[in-house]
């Protein structure tokens, strides 16, 4: 059992994340119970906590949200069983800048319930399945924004080649559901994504996981027309030395926004890591992103170019962190206010008791 405070004081030019670019200094503190034990078959890691989120200026987005998080793991280590287990869930509020469908930026609140049940169940030496149920449930308190309930199944075999090369097939279901606070519409759907993997280490420093395959998203509501295109997920990590790593990643994706809108993202991203020594050490991320938006008010399109820097220094055996931050978002869209740039800088100090 453990007791962690985490504090934060971030400057942003930008709150809302639109062509208002209001700028504020925002105050978080973020106590957290953590409890873990794997004593048994099982291990099981938890936490709840408390953040308290204060703005200087635009108080009226101040919230207090509650954390939380179980995950059990069965076995907790492989002894001759032919499945494991991975049960996790949690409740878990969020105060954070959402857009529109028409761009305009908003701090919204929301609370969301998430479930998932993950096995991997060894046929033979060589043949795996994976099979998974994941249940997301997003409520919006924030007038403007609705409700989204998604559900989604991924199935997958996956044959090991040999000790550093498998590859499988694999199909996934997902259904997204609106809510009723909008009266456009609804963007409900239901998703099919038929996909080939292949999971590599090449080297001893370096490997990938790659899913690439089809998609397939029907709408309920007549007044949309059924989509499909290219489904693709790739992670490569790269240990340039012991002291450095790099990672990349690329994707295309379908998504649901809480504003009523159908996604497709297509992103692409690099991190690289580096420990100068036991006590620092820093991370430097960039990445692009294009997104087009399906609503019911006409398409938007937007391109986003994202950058960030994190440095962290530690004292006390690594029970206290601290972290020195900056970002910045380029987002250019087809809808004016959504046009926009925001820098953030924050320091942070991570204290486990």
Same mark, same amino acid.
């Given at each position: ?15 809302? !994340? &639109? ?13 957290? $119970?953590?409890?873990?034990?794997d004593a048994g078959a099982a291990s099981i890691e938890a936490h709840v906590g408390q953040e308290f989120i204060t703005y200087n200026d635009l108080s009226e987005n101040d919230s207090e949200d509650l954390k939380s998080n179980v995950k059990i793991t069965f076995p907790d280590e492989l002894d001759g069983e032919n499945f494991s287990l991975v049960i996790e869930g949690g409740y878990n509020e969020y105060t954070s800048a959402r857009s529109a469908r028409g761009g305009e930026g908003s701090v919204v609140s929301t609370e969301e319930v998430d479930l998932s049940l993950k096995t991997s169940y060894y046929i033979t030496e060589d043949i795996t399945l994976r099979a ?5 449930? *997003? ?8 409700? $989204? ?11 090991? @080649?040999?000790? #550093?090369? #498998? ?9 997204? *559901? ?7 519409? *609804? @963007? ?5 994504? %038929?996909?080939?993997? @292949? ?17 397939? =998203? ?12 290219? %489904? ?17 990643? $690329?994707?295309?994706? %379908? ?30 991320? $960039? ?12 398409? !938007?399109? &937007?391109? =986003? %170019? ?10 006390? &055996?690594? !029970? ?11 987002? &250019? ?10 820098? !953030?800088?924050?320091?942070?100090? @991570?204290?486990?008791?």
């Amino acid at each position: 059992m453990a007791i962690s405070i985490d504090a934060s004081v971030i400057s942003t030019d930008n709150v809302s !994340r &639109d062509s208002t670019e209001d700028s504020d200094v925002i105050t978080s503190v973020l106590p957290t $119970l953590q409890y873990k034990n794997d004593a048994g078959a099982a291990s099981i890691e938890a936490h709840v906590g408390q953040e308290f989120i204060t703005y200087n200026d635009l108080s009226e987005n101040d919230s207090e949200d509650l954390k939380s998080n179980v995950k059990i793991t069965f076995p907790d280590e492989l002894d001759g069983e032919n499945f494991s287990l991975v049960i996790e869930g949690g409740y878990n509020e969020y105060t954070s800048a959402r857009s529109a469908r028409g761009g305009e930026g908003s701090v919204v609140s929301t609370e969301e319930v998430d479930l998932s049940l993950k096995t991997s169940y060894y046929i033979t030496e060589d043949i795996t399945l994976r099979a998974a149920v994941e249940h997301l449930d *997003k409520e919006s308190q924030t007038t403007g924004f609705s409700d $989204l309930t998604t559900l989604t199944v991924p199935v997958a075999f996956y044959y090991q @080649i040999d000790e #550093s090369l #498998s590859a499988g097939v694999g199909y996934r279901s997902r259904s997204s *559901k609106v809510g009723s606070q909008l009266t456009s519409d *609804k @963007i409900n759907s239901d998703d099919e994504v %038929f996909f080939v993997g @292949i999971e590599n280490q090449v080297s001893s420093i370096w490997g990938y996981e790659l899913e690439v395959g089809v998609q397939v =998203r029907n709408f309920d509501a007549n007044s949309f027309a059924d989509q499909d295109g290219l %489904f693709a997920s790739l992670l490569v990590n790269w240990q340039i030395s012991d002291m450095t790593e790099l990672v990349g990643e $690329l994707s295309n994706e %379908f998504g649901t926004t809480l504003a009523n809108q159908s996604s497709e993202t297509a992103s692409v991203g690099v991190q690289l890591n580096h420990t100068f020594d036991e006590r620092l050490s820093a991370s430097l991320g $960039l990445s692009y992103s294009e997104m087009e938006y399906t609503q019911a008010n006409g398409a !938007r399109d &937007d391109e =986003r %170019f994202s950058s960030f820097l994190t440095v962290d220094y530690k004292l006390m &055996d690594g !029970r206290w962190t601290l972290r020195g931050s900056v970002s910045h978002d380029d987002n &250019d869209s087809s809808a004016a206010p959504a046009n926009y740039e925001v820098l !953030r800088a924050g320091l942070s100090s @991570i204290f486990v008791f």
